[in-house]
């Protein structure tokens, strides 16, 4: 099941909900019981066991820095 990301505007808290897609939209109430939230963006990187996209070999240096970070 997809997990959203929140954001509380009254407190500040970010937290997480799991849903099905159809209540992606859905809004949500924060732990602390506020109302007023908001959906976060999140992004994903989902790469196969070689760390490849589409079974292609890595490329040497790889990530979006060159490498240098381990990224």
């Known amino acids: 099941m997809p997990r959203y990301e929140f954001r509380c505007r ?7 909900v799991n849903r099905s897609m159809a209540a992606a939209a859905d809004p949500a109430t924060c732990p602390q019981g ?3 939230t ?3 963006l999140s992004a994903v990187a989902v ?8 079974g292609a070999p890595a490329a040497a240096g790889g990530g979006c820095c060159g490498g240098a970070c381990g990224c």
Request: aromatic content about 4%; glycine content about 20%.
């Open 10 to 16: 009254a407190c500040g808290d970010t937290f997480e």
């Open 34 to 36: 506020h109302a007023d």
């Open 38 to 40: 908001v959906k976060l």
């Open 47 to 54: 790469t196969g066991r070689s760390g490849a996209v589409g």
